[in-house]
């Protein structure tokens, strides 16, 4: 008989969920060491991984797993990750940031905080191109909405050429192909060896100084001190950052004073236990039928 | 043979682009009185109407028409106005600042500011609700991209249930109805008798106090002092006004420093001569070949 332990600062309503579902043969127990399916957050579940004697299946509610791809720990279960969820919530987080900058909210603040009638045109995203550092399920959702408003995408990928929304696939070495000329780059990069300070002075150099760039995969994939360097020296309009190299960022941290730098707190893709409950209820009829799995993380790619 | 005289500030973009078309048979004149055709803003060709004796049809390079549709002016010729062409510019404008009002942007701004790493989640234009006092053309592009947002929509008109993607019409009596739980409330509303002080204590009243309201359409849709009120009062949590009674909006006036108020300065619909030049061309054809023409305002209507 399936066991489940909910190992998330959200179990009560991870816990009412899916008692809710009523999901055939399943008992959910409090001793995470009787269980063989875990859900939760990669932490929390990689802390409890010695205990977890019985583990089949690990169903973490983030999209990003570090803690359990960690080659130090074991890999004798199968670990899957939530995808397809973010791409709603992300598309609002980075399109918010996208048409502030072009509607020049803040400047038409300050004109009537200036108390002056200020007929500055605001910019539109129409006609303006996107790149996207990175195309799954997340990516695909952001190709989607740009293309709504008229946008032309652009997608840097691995090799996969999946969302139907994007333009133009860039791989490998085109790299600095395809930054020129955005008007927006956006890196929804999974932290992998291979995305490690991607996003680095040459980058920055190839991107037109009235580029946005936004960060909302994982902080390893920008050199931090090339990317203060580009602002203070007007090599990019603007940069939005939801993720960091460490995080909470430091004090002191030049981020936080950086021209034209926004921070946002690592909240662009919340993790909502209605959505991520979808996901589990799914992968537990295959799992119970021994089927393959849904979402599962290559450990050695590390998503 | 048709005689154009162009009354714009971008008089010069409009015959370049006039000029390549290669209309048949037109001939672009720079006298008004020798002309059968104009083309301009609303306000210029007003002023020159005294002198546009041979005038049989005005195109409007605006939506609104205010200085034409004037009991007092002449109403023998056919005019038309923009339609169909700020739909794509005013969703920009206003999914902008709905999702500059989910995502918290002010707020991360200050905690940055004061270098707080705060976690506060973003709410989501997801399952949330709009409503759109009028569904002309602008009216439905902004339900479309709603639609996608995962927005629930709801529409007021006179009568008309144009837009496919408005899941609820309301009209006549039923305003307050229509404004009962909405999250979003966008007047979209052109000047009429019939719109004036739409937007009244009373409405405000009937809008829960977490909604945000904002206004594209016309200043006269609103009871200025009412809206002041409200704002004061905390019976709505933002307003975002691109319209007012009086442009610019006069010195001294409360709005400039009414608390959660965000004024731009009429620049939510801007016409680009390229996509009016297109329903020039549109319109020009059908009157050569002397058919009905497209975009004809109402005199009586206002619209």
Chains 1, 2 share one sequence.
Do not use: C
């Amino acid at each position: 008989m399936p066991t489940l332990s909910i190992l998330s600062h959200d179990a009560d309503e991870y816990k009412r969920l899916i008692e809710e579902a009523r999901l055939p043969g399943l008992e959910i127990v409090t001793e995470p060491a009787q269980s063989d399916i875990v859900l939760g957050e990669p932490k929390r579940i990689g802390d409890t991984l010695p205990q977890l004697l019985q583990l089949k299946w690990a169903q973490s509610i983030y999209a990003g797993v570090e803690p359990l791809v960690d080659p130090a720990q074991r890999r004798d279960y199968a670990l899957t990750n939530a995808r397809g969820v973010f791409g709603a919530s992300m598309s609002e987080y980075v399109f918010a940031y996208l048409l502030f900058h072009e509607q020049k909210i803040l400047q038409r603040i300050h004109a009537q905080q200036s108390m002056q009638w200020q007929r500055q045109e605001p910019g539109l995203l129409r006609g303006k191109t996107i790149g996207l550092l990175g195309v799954g399920s997340i990516g695909a959702h952001l190709a989607g909405t740009a293309k709504h408003f008229g946008m032309l995408v652009r997608g840097y990928t691995r090799g996969s050429e999946t969302s139907t929304q994007v333009d133009g696939y860039y791989h490998a070495e085109d790299l600095l192909k395809f930054v020129e000329g955005l008007d927006y780059l956006v890196s929804i990069l999974p932290r992998t060896k291979e995305t490690d300070k991607i996003v680095d002075a040459k980058l920055l150099d190839a991107l037109p100084s009235h580029a946005v760039f936004i960060n909302v995969g994982r902080g390893n994939a920008v050199d931090e001190s090339a990317l203060v360097g580009a602002l203070h020296e007007g090599k990019l309009a603007a940069a939005i950052l939801d993720v960091f190299e460490k995080e909470p960022l430091p004090e002191g941290h030049p981020f936080w004073t950086t021209p034209n730098l926004y921070m946002t707190f690592h909240t662009s893709a919340i993790s909502y236990p209605e959505d991520i409950t979808k996901l589990f209820i799914e992968n537990y009829q295959l799992y119970i039928e021994g089927k393959p799995l849904k979402y599962v993380v290559d450990f050695e790619r590390g998503y």
